[in-house]
């Protein structure tokens, strides 16, 4: 809202700026809001922000992005989306700086909105449910396959005494006397000590055996690919920490690329996109590199606002290690278990498919159990052959991922020495880096415009301080 008073205009020239820019972004984050909406923020995102706000009262957006572990841009994105939904505030000081301030029941007041959100709990449930589901199926159908070949190669024993009895010949099938039954009977863990031995997987849920199968032929996933937000998350805690500059040795520590990959220092590219950061030369010719969004900090109170110079944290930084992929979380017992179906089943395939070949069998025995596993014959070897083939190859990459995941470990573990215990050079760089590192907080009384209160109000107490 403009005001006409000259002399008013010239007293609220040096805020007018930041009023202008703030109301630019005012628009552009309704906008943006209405058109990505707080249904459109990764749940995950959502909910740390949600939690940041909570337990600080407002955030800036170095905040978020370091709270969630989220690029800049996006964290600006969601803060908008939110406050726009919730009825936040955005507020900016007199250089420009702005932070979003939430009410303290914005999780409350975003499912009252959205219908989509009540349910969201609900459908991540159901797709962890049908998750499981498909992980049981795939292994009851070990049991079902070794029950139709079985009963199937019983049934063709069967006959074929008949067939001796009757002096029609017989001695075309031979009497399979493994029973995969006998196996599970003695195999099964915790067989004669009361209690079942399981697997955990999942933070330490129990994996029953129908899993157990599931994960030896197909694993149970990366566990880094969970890392990957509390990689970015840490990383952004950290150059918060560090006031904003840092060295390519201590962004090295969170990273995941080799570091010879593609340059001396092309690994901390990412970095840079994520957090908006660029790099910097000091008078010595040191390569810094300058993270503005990280540099500011809000903070709900009355305490005074401040910017200070060279505040870098003192904490030793540690290397953000990779975890090695297991083969499978299953237990020991387990595997063993698993192998010996695994093999009784395929022993029962191949024997059964050689019966079948058979004319006199494909004949006389075209229905019943039989006829269905000669219709079923093309599935039950395909599952017999995925069932070892498929683990086979992933032992083979994994042996490849773990030993790159070694290699990288390794070279932060010695980076981490080596900030720890800086030579000179490395001594300088990062003395040079605390030299230029920035910290502002943004508290209440920084605060000379804020979106939820009367424009001219705000302009008139400006007049009055």
């Not at 609220?12 to 923020?41: D, Y």
């Not at 995102?45 to 989220?70: H, N, P, Q, Y």
């Not at 989306?81 to 409350?108: C, K």
């Not at 990383?235 to 995941?256: C, D, H, P, R």
Request: hydrophobic fraction near 45%; charged fraction near 25%; charge should be positive.
């Amino acid at each position: 809202m403009d005001v006409s008073s000259s002399s008013m205009r010239a007293f609220c020239a040096p805020p007018r700026h930041a009023l202008a820019r703030v109301r630019r972004e005012v628009k552009r984050g309704t906008t943006r809001a209405r058109a990505s909406s707080s249904e459109s923020v990764p749940r995950a995102t959502r909910s740390a922000i949600l939690v940041a706000a909570k337990r600080r009262g407002a955030l800036t957006v170095g905040d978020a992005a370091s709270a969630a572990g989220v690029a800049v841009a996006e964290a600006r994105r969601a803060l908008l989306a939110i406050a726009e939904d919730v009825g936040g505030a955005l507020e900016v000081d007199n250089s420009g700086e702005m932070r979003v301030r939430l009410p303290r029941d914005a999780e409350a007041a975003l499912l009252r909105r959205s219908w989509k959100l009540k349910v969201e709990p609900v459908l991540q449930k159901s797709v962890q449910v049908s998750q499981l589901l498909v992980r049981m199926a795939f292994g009851a159908a070990l049991f079902a396959s070794m029950a139709i070949v079985y009963m199937a190669i019983a049934a063709l024993s069967a006959q074929d005494r008949d067939d001796r009895r009757q002096g029609r010949g017989g001695g075309r099938v031979m009497m399979m006397h493994l029973s995969p039954y006998d196996i599970w009977w003695h195999m099964n863990p915790g067989f004669g000590y009361g209690r079942r031995t399981q697997a955990t997987w999942d933070g330490g849920q129990e994996m029953g055996f129908l899993e157990s199968v599931f994960s030896f032929v197909f694993g149970d996933g990366d566990p880094n690919a969970e890392l990957e937000e509390a990689r970015w998350k840490a990383l952004g805690e950290y150059i918060m920490a560090q006031g904003g500059v840092v060295t390519a040795e201590e962004i090295s520590l969170f990273m995941k690329e080799d570091k010879k990959a593609g340059g001396d220092e092309a690994f901390v590219i990412p970095a840079l996109i994520q957090f908006q950061g660029e790099p910097t030369v000091d008078e010595q010719g040191n390569i810094l590199y300058v993270f503005p969004a990280l540099q500011s900090t809000a903070k709900v109170g009355q305490g005074k606002g401040n910017s200070s110079r060279g505040r870098r944290s003192a904490a030793r930084p540690r290397a953000f290690l990779e975890k090695k992929i297991p083969f499978t979380r299953a237990s020991s017992a387990q595997q063993v278990l698993v192998v010996l179906l695994g093999a009784a089943n395929a022993i029962g395939v191949v024997w059964l498919s050689r019966l079948l070949t058979s004319p006199y069998i494909a004949r006389e025995f075209g229905v019943g159990v039989v006829g269905l596993a000669v219709r079923l014959m093309p599935a039950l070897q395909l599952y017999a052959l995925t069932f070892f083939a498929f683990p086979g190859l992933r032992w083979l990459w994994l042996r490849s991922q773990n030993s790159k995941i070694e290699e990288r470990n390794a070279q932060k573990e010695e980076v981490e020495f080596k900030l720890r215990s800086p030579d000179p050079l490395l001594s300088d760089k990062l003395a040079s880096a605390r030299s230029m590192a920035r910290s502002k907080v943004f508290d209440d009384k920084s605060v000379i415009y804020s979106s939820d209160r009367d424009t001219l109000e705000q302009q008139f107490e400006q007049l009055e301080d």
